[in-house]
T-cell receptor
Framework: KNEVEQSPQNLTAQEGEFITINCSYS?????LHWLQQHPGGGIVSLFM???GKKKHGRLIATINIQEKHSSLHITASHPRDSAVYIC?????????????FGKGTKLSVKP | EAGVTQFPSHSVIEKGQTVTLRCDPI?????LYWYRRVMGKEIKFLLH????????ESGMPNNRFLAERTGGTYSTLKVQPAELEDSGVYFC?????????????FGDGTRLSIL
């Protein structure tokens, strides 16, 4: 079983829809990144959070440390949001700061 | 501020050859991480430098991989000799200082193809 599980693996939405991507992890963590990777492109860190909720534009990330669960929400989705979204907790027990990664959720937003 | 830069963006070599990947972190970032994604799998940690010292190299797959960070600035990752299973995308990330809650900044990755 992977230490980080994301769902769904693939998601197709219509423009304007509200989107939720979920992440569950089994290890102790200090913080969690949500990353975005466009096709053929590099990785961008959208959020790093260790508790509660963060909001940036149409993106909202929440985390519940006790339940070992985090969610990424996209409001009023747009085709430019199409990308792979990766949940990456910061492993508390490993090297100070190294991340462990989910397999990613491939999001496609249709106009 | 320049971001994390990686070179080359894509490398195609034959099995048995040697390849060296380079990562230039954001200036002043003490922490430098190497990760890789092989086909169909999730991204995995390879190693972590704090300045020029290897903090953790537990993710290095075998002794064909050698990472260096002389002077604590840029880092190189050499694969010698390359094998087919080394194909994948190698990412570098940096963060400003040691601490559990410093965000990591990623490069665009180097796509390595072994033929």
């Amino acid at each position: 079983k992977n230490e980080v599980e994301q769902s769904p693996q693939n998601l197709t939405a219509q423009e304007g829809e509200f989107i939720t991507i979920n992440c569950s992890y089994s290890v102790g963590i200090s913080a969690l990144h949500w990353l975005q990777q466009h096709p053929g492109g590099g990785i961008v860190s959208l959020f790093m959070l260790s508790s509660g909720k963060k909001k940036h534009g149409r993106l909202i990330a929440t985390i519940n440390i006790q339940e070992k669960h985090s969610s990424l929400h996209i409001t009023a989705s747009h085709p430019r949001d199409s990308a792979v979204y990766i949940c990456a907790p910061r492993n508390y027990g490993g090297s100070q700061g190294n991340l462990i990664f989910g397999k990613g959720t491939k999001l496609s937003v249709k106009p | 501020e320049a971001g994390v830069t990686q070179f080359p963006s894509h490398s195609v070599i034959e099995k048995g050859q040697t390849v060296t990947l380079r990562c230039d972190p954001i200036s002043g970032h003490d922490n430098l991480y190497w990760y890789r994604r092989v086909m169909g799998k999730e991204i995995k940690f390879l190693l972590h430098f704090v300045k020029e010292s290897k903090q953790d190299e537990s993710g290095m797959p075998n002794n064909r991989f050698l990472a260096e960070r002389t002077g604590g600035t840029y880092s190189t990752l050499k694969v010698q000799p390359a094998e087919l299973e080394d194909s994948g995308v190698y990412f570098c990330a940096s963060s400003p200082r040691t601490g559990l809650n410093q965000p990591q900044h990623f490069g665009d990755g180097t796509r390595l193809s072994i033929l």
